[in-house]
Structure formats: structure tokens, C-alpha cells
């Protein structure tokens, strides 16, 4: 959560001499009737302003993820201390957000991320009733009033019900996890070459940069940007979080398997499996937009691995398969990193949880459970299917798994598993693996 001292109060929104730009920026997204994925709104509507330096755009984007990080309190405090405004059947959470005046908007939210002294100098009024009402929200019964209290809209209630039941979580579980959703995730790496940990070590140091490490995974606390470091522009390290890592550590490999990852995005979890078997056998990977696998080739060339590959597909027919894929009866691993709400990832993109509704999760519900029909003719048997979500719905994980053994008989489920938060500081994401029978 952002810090204040005495030296940075000028930070508070409404404060700045940035304040009137960025409530032109505000105006300008919450003119959209559905929410865009903010990141690229940003980074295209910088590229008009030439005027804004690095720190400039820095300061305007944390300003408008604040606003989608504690965005339903807001909402919360702004009805039911300003201005209540009814909620109709036609009004999703981003809805009614954008209905919030950008002036009131930032004013809360300078007041919540401040500390209370300082908020109650500016407004004692307002910061009062904050504390009560966040007090009163935290010690709620109601899930529901939890949940706004961490910026979190109340849709999600059931399905946090369901997650409760589903991984056991105690309630300091639920309190862990509900507090990571209004701090950023840690940034987090893979050590992509032992031999070079040890420079890769000593130049995030002279960097300024703590590290703790676990294992090949470092979470690494900077005020610089390390991407430009030598060991991250020659493969050493890969930007991959902790959660993503432990997918790929569950990815069962034996011997000089042939592996397939269908859905590679940006490749990270395709590099670790290929990392994890030194060359030895061939990863493949796919993706239906083309500049992805682009990113994945040069990936695997900046870390020296040679025998990643890259394969189209267009999400629907198999692809023109290798040979040896086919007189060894099929691929021995696929892994299905599936598309889904990205409810995991809140920490680092908390504008997602405006664009999910009950029609969205269906949507994706129904493609996931296609995903297995697509690709398990390309399993041969006996092999081994992974599936994984950056999601903590249930519906997008245990139900897509109870699914696909009941469509499949052929398949049968080894184990599943959630990982990251609030187990540990990540996102937080889920996996199973799945065997094909022989």
C-alpha cells in the first residue's frame, strides 16, 4: 500500500500539480460504458502526451489502479455518506464507479491511503467516518461487506463462499488473502541458469535491489528498474511469479518427454518446463495470436534454449503435428494454461475484477471445458495433462476438473491444488494434474 511521510504528502491526489491531468484521464476512461483493460488504455493514451516523463506516467497510473484497487469502497463511502445513488439491474460494478464525481473520487482515496493523522487533518469529517465504516465493513458477519471493505465487489461473495469450502481456509487465511487484494504483488523472478546466480546475485545488489530466495525463485524488492540489468537482458533471470513457478514445478517430467504447451501466452511457464529438462526434450508451444509466439522465440533464444518450438494453432483443429509426435502414438505432456477471469492476478491488474459478471464466467466456463476435447487427441496414453487457471473461482478450476472426468472417461484427476496467496506473497493460481488411462 502506498506510504506517506512528511516529505511525500504532496503525493495525495488531490494535492499534486498533476491533480487536474489526471482528473482529464479519469474523465476520459470512465467515459467508456464497458471497461477497457486499463494498462494498454494508458500506455496508447501516453503515447499522445509526449509532455509526460517516466515519473509522470508512473504517478498517473498509480493513481488510477488505486481507484480500481479500493474502487467499490469507494462507491461504499461515497453513498452512504455523500450522495446515494441507486443501484439498478443494468449498473455493473464499473458503472457505478465512473457515476462517482473524480474529485470526490481521489479525495477518498488520497484519505484511505494516507495514514489517519494525516487524513484527519485534511478532512477530519470524512477520515472519521471512514475509519467507523471500514472498522464496522472489516468486522462484518456478512462475506458480502468484507469483501467492499478490500475494494472487492460484492459479486464475488459466493464464489469466496465456495473457495472457503472448497481449500478449508481459516479465517486468518481469508483475512491474509483479502488484505493481499489492496497491496501490490511482489516482483518475482526464476533463476533461468544456476551457473549465473551468483553475478545475477551481485548485480541486483549493486543495483540496491533485496533479495529473498526460495530456491530458483527470488522476490526482489527495488526502487529501479532491473529489467535493464545485464542479467536479465542475457536470460539469467526470467520475470515469472511465484505462483506461475509453482505450476511449472508440478509439471510431471520423466525421462525426455514430449511436451506441448497449447495456450503459451508470453511463454514463462513453457521456458521453466524446458529449463527443468536442460535441453533434453523438446517443448512446444502455441498460442492463437501470432505475436506471442514471437515473444516466446525470442525468449528462448535470449535464455539458450534451443529446443523450444513454436507451433500455430488456431485454437480449434490440431496442428500440423511434428513427426515424432505422431509414431510415438502422441505428446507425452500437454499443458492447458487456460484462458479465464484472471481473478489471480487482481494484485497486478485490479481493473479485471470490473469486467467479470455472471455471463462472462459461463463464456469461459464453456471454453474451458473445450480445451480438453481439443487437445486430448493429442495425448497419447498414459500421458499426463495439466491444467491451470491465474484464478481462485471455483467455477474456473474444481468444477472445470469434475467436468472434464465426467465428459472423459479416459481421463482421471492426480491431484489439484491452488498456490500462491495466501499461502504465500503472489498471485494466486491453480493447477491439476490429470492422467490419460491406458
Not at 14 to 22: A, D, V, Y
Not at 111 to 126: G, I, S, Y
Not at 135 to 161: C, E, N, R, V
Request: glycine share 6%; net charge neutral; charged share 25%.
Amino acid at each position: 500500500m502506498h506510504k506517506f511521510d512528511s516529505q511525500k504528502q504532496r503525493l495525495l491526489f488531490t494535492e499534486s500539480p498533476r491533480t487536474p491531468h489526471l482528473y482529464r484521464i479519469w474523465k476520459a476512461l470512465s467515459g467508456h460504458e464497458t471497461l477497457p483493460q486499463v494498462d494498454r488504455w494508458l500506455a496508447q493514451y501516453f503515447r499522445g502526451e509526449k509532455r509526460f516523463g517516466k515519473k509522470d506516467r508512473q504517478w498517473y497510473a498509480d493513481a488510477m489502479f488505486a481507484a480500481y484497487r479500493f474502487g467499490p469502497l469507494v462507491v461504499h463511502l461515497e453513498q452512504k455518506f455523500v450522495a446515494p445513488f441507486a443501484l439498478s439491474s443494468s449498473q455493473n460494478s464499473w458503472q457505478l464507479l465512473a457515476k462517482v464525481p473524480v474529485e470526490n473520487l481521489f479525495h477518498w482515496l488520497s484519505l484511505l491511503m494516507a495514514p489517519f493523522e494525516l487524513a484527519a487533518q485534511k478532512d477530519p469529517e470524512k477520515a472519521n467516518f471512514l475509519q467507523a465504516e471500514r472498522q464496522d465493513l472489516f468486522q462484518s458477519l456478512d462475506l458480502a461487506d468484507q469483501l467492499i471493505a478490500y475494494g472487492i465487489p460484492s459479486f464475488y461473495a459466493q464464489s469466496l463462499k465456495q473457495r472457503l469450502s472448497q481449500s478449508q481456509w481459516s479465517r486468518e487465511q481469508l483475512q491474509t488473502f483479502l488484505r493481499f487484494q489492496v497491496e501490490k504483488a511482489p516482483l518475482w523472478v526464476r533463476v533461468n541458469r544456476s551457473a549465473d546466480a551468483g553475478e545475477a546475485r551481485r548485480q541486483l545488489q549493486e543495483a540496491g535491489a533485496e533479495i529473498e530466495e526460495h530456491g530458483d525463485a527470488w522476490k526482489v524488492i527495488s526502487q529501479k528498474n532491473i529489467q535493464t540489468l545485464p542479467c536479465m537482458e542475457q536470460g539469467s533471470l526470467e520475470i515469472q511469479d511465484l505462483a506461475s513457478q509453482r505450476i511449472g514445478a508440478a509439471v510431471p517430467l520423466a525421462g525426455e518427454p514430449l511436451v506441448w504447451d497449447c495456450c503459451a501466452g508470453g511463454g514463462g511457464k513453457t521456458l521453466q518446463i524446458a529449463t527443468r529438462l536442460r535441453g533434453n526434450a523438446r517443448v512446444y508451444a502455441s498460442d492463437i495470436r501470432s505475436y506471442k509466439l514471437a515473444e516466446v522465440e525470442r525468449r528462448a533464444q535470449r535464455a539458450g534454449l534451443k529446443r523450444v518450438e513454436t507451433l500455430a494453432w488456431n485454437g480449434d483443429q490440431l496442428p500440423n503435428f511434428p513427426k515424432e509426435w505422431t509414431r510415438q502414438g502422441g505428446v507425452d505432456i500437454i499443458l492447458i494454461d487456460a484462458p479465464c477471469t484472471g481473478t489471480g492476478t487482481w494484485r497486478r491488474s485490479p481493473d479485471s475484477k470490473f469486467r467479470c459478471d455472471e455471463g462472462s464466467i459461463k463464456e469461459l466456463q464453456d471454453l474451458q471445458k473445450s480445451l480438453f476435447s481439443k487437445v486430448l487427441p493429442a495425448l497419447k496414453k498414459g500421458g499426463c495433462l495439466v491444467y491451470a487457471t491465474c484464478s481462485w473461482l471455483p467455477e474456473e478450476n474444481e468444477d472445470i476438473i469434475a467436468a472434464a472426468v465426467f465428459d472423459h472417461p479416459e481421463l482421471f484427476c492426480e491431484s489439484q491444488q491452488l498456490c500462491g496467496n495466501p499461502a504465500e506473497d503472489s498471485d494466486t493460481m491453480f493447477y491439476a494434474v490429470l492422467r490419460k488411462k491406458i
